[in-house]
């Protein structure tokens, strides 16, 4: 797993502008594994302050990872009008968030269909530019 600095390609992106670009985000992925192979899963997420996200999600194998303490990541990308392509992925042990913690209404909306909240610290926070 990558430590905070460290990038894959392109120039890193600071903290600050990873937690803004997350804080801005709705939808990303969660990337764990299952039966031992990576999967990714449609996600809606939050900011909880600046310690971590809250994510929607009615697939089992969320569930079987907040159950078990799994560590999980979370990707987001986009694109800048220049054409430079970002990316942030956080990770960190999920586990199911408290009742009372406020959420964006798209996760409400979520909830209402049956979807479960999740809690994710940011234990580990990367970003790059790819270029």
Same mark, same amino acid.
């Given at each position: 797993? =990558?430590?905070?600095?460290?990038?894959?390609?392109?120039?890193?992106?600071?903290?600050?502008?990873?937690?803004?670009?997350?804080?801005?985000?709705?939808? @990303? $992925?969660?990337?764990?594994?299952?039966? @031992?192979?990576?999967?990714?899963?449609?996600? $809606?997420?939050?900011?909880?302050?600046? &310690?971590?996200?809250?994510?929607?999600?009615?697939?089992? =194998?969320?569930?079987?990872?907040?159950? $078990?303490? &799994?560590?999980?990541?979370?990707?987001?990308?986009?694109?800048?009008?220049?054409?430079?392509?970002?990316?942030?992925?956080? =990770?960190?042990?999920?586990?199911?968030?408290? #009742? #009372?913690?406020?959420? $964006?209404? =798209?996760?409400?909306? @979520?909830?209402?269909?049956?979807?479960?909240?999740?809690?994710?610290?940011?234990?580990?926070?990367?970003?790059?530019?790819?270029?």
């Amino acid at each position: 797993m =990558s430590t905070w600095g460290q990038t894959h390609s392109g120039e890193q992106l600071s903290r600050e502008d990873c937690l803004t670009r997350l804080a801005g985000a709705d939808l @990303a $992925r969660i990337i764990l594994s299952v039966r @031992a192979l990576p999967v990714a899963v449609p996600t $809606r997420i939050s900011m909880r302050a600046t &310690d971590g996200l809250l994510l929607t999600s009615s697939e089992n =194998s969320v569930a079987v990872a907040s159950r $078990r303490g &799994d560590v999980i990541s979370v990707q987001i990308d986009g694109l800048e009008p220049g054409g430079l392509i970002w990316s942030v992925m956080a =990770s960190g042990i999920v586990r199911a968030a408290d #009742d #009372d913690v406020a959420v $964006r209404i =798209s996760q409400i909306d @979520a909830i209402n269909r049956g979807e479960v909240l999740y809690f994710m610290p940011l234990s580990v926070l990367t970003g790059h530019y790819s270029h």
